[in-house]
């Protein structure tokens, strides 16, 4: 039986993983629900998405929908759940889930900073140009630094020369 997702959404209470998909088999649109049980405020979402796409009854059903989003889902029950409204929780999962260039990523623990990797990851993949793409070019060459004189390094400079050489 294939299945390709279509929509992947939340329930809060009770806490509910909500798929929409279609049964290439038969071409029907369906829904599925798998509910987490004991899923709490404190339950640690890595591990709750691993057991959930690695489960007999619903690894078929997520098999193509990376494990991020349903952690991304997942996390978002849990903030529900911490009593914050959909709109802070929205943002939340949003600013833990992006990057900042101006970020000082030397200071975070491994956890955090495994995140912010799959994070950059992601967004490399979305955003990466393949042979095959319309927009594709071979060798792009991009100048950068246009504003004012070029600023001397004195290493480089061609005119002087090295009586050691």
């Given at each position: 039986m294939s299945i390709t997702p279509k929509?992947?959404?939340?329930?809060?209470?009770?806490?509910?993983?909500?798929l929409t998909y279609v049964n290439e088999g038969t071409g029907k649109k369906r829904q599925r629900s798998m509910p987490i049980r004991n899923f709490t405020k404190r339950?640690?979402?890595?591990?709750?998405?691993?057991?959930?796409?690695t489960n007999?009854?619903?690894?078929?059903?997520?098999?193509?929908?990376?494990?991020?989003?349903?952690?991304?889902?997942l996390q978002?029950?849990?903030?529900?759940?911490?009593?914050?409204?959909?709109?802070?929780t929205l943002e939340k999962v949003k600013?833990?889930?992006?990057?900042?260039?101006?970020?000082?990523?030397?200071g975070l623990d491994d956890d955090a900073l495994n995140k912010k990797k799959e994070v950059m990851d992601e967004t490399f993949e979305k955003n990466r140009k393949k042979p095959g793409d319309n927009d594709f070019e071979y060798e792009v060459e991009v100048?950068?630094?246009k504003e004012g004189p070029p600023i001397e390094s004195g290493w480089d400079s061609e005119n002087d020369s090295d009586p050691m050489f």
């Open positions: 929509k992947c959404g939340v329930r809060v209470d009770p806490p509910t993983l909500i339950s640690g979402v890595t591990r709750v998405a691993e057991d959930l796409c007999p009854r619903h690894k078929k059903y997520l098999e193509n929908i990376k494990q991020s989003q349903v952690e991304k889902l978002i029950i849990q903030e529900r759940l911490k009593g914050l409204s959909m709109d802070e600013g833990e889930r992006s990057i900042d260039p101006e970020e000082d990523l030397n100048d950068f630094d």
